[in-house]
C-alpha cells in the first residue's frame, strides 16, 4: 500500500521557516513527479511546488522566491523549504505524486500537515 507521510508542520511567526518532509513508499519514487499542494478552506486546491525526476521545478507565484522544492531519491523524501512565511501561507500542506507515465493527475496524497503562521 502506497503511503506518503508529511512532517514538519507547526506554529511560526511571519518572517520565519519551516521545512516539510514527504516520506513516499513509493517503488517508483525517482521517476515520479512530487508535488506540495495547499488548500484554505473554502478555495480550491493550490498546486504550490512540484519536482519532476530531472529535478525541473516549478512554482506559484506566491511563493515564488521564498520557497524551495527538493527530492531526495535515496531517502524517498520530498521537501518543501518555506522562509520568510507570511500569514496567508498559513492553511494544511499536502504531498502528492504521480507517475508521468501513467498519468497526468496526482495519484497518490498524504494525510496533510498544518502550517500556521502568526503575525
Known amino acids: 500500500q502506497v503511503q506518503l507521510v508529511e512532517s514538519g508542520g507547526g506554529l511560526v511567526q511571519a518572517g520565519g521557516s519551516l521545512r516539510l518532509s514527504c516520506a513516499a513508499s513509493?517503488?517508483?519514487?525517482?521517476?515520479?513527479?512530487m508535488a506540495w499542494f495547499r488548500q484554505v478552506p473554502g478555495k480550491e486546491r493550490e498546486l504550490v511546488a512540484s519536482?519532476?525526476?530531472?529535478?525541473?521545478?516549478n512554482y506559484a507565484d506566491p511563493v515564488k522566491g521564498r520557497f524551495t522544492i527538493s527530492r531526495d531519491n535515496a531517502k524517498n523524501t520530498v521537501y518543501l523549504q518555506m522562509n520568510s512565511l507570511k500569514p496567508e501561507d498559513t492553511t494544511v500542506y499536502y504531498c502528492?505524486?504521480?507517475?508521468?507515465?501513467?498519468?497526468?493527475?496526482?495519484?497518490?496524497w498524504g494525510q496533510g500537515t498544518q502550517v500556521t503562521v502568526s503575525s
Open positions: 519536482i519532476m525526476s530531472s529535478r525541473f521545478t
Open positions: 502528492a505524486a504521480r507517475d508521468p507515465v501513467l498519468s497526468t493527475e496526482y495519484t497518490y
Open positions: 513509493l517503488r517508483t519514487f525517482s521517476r515520479d513527479t
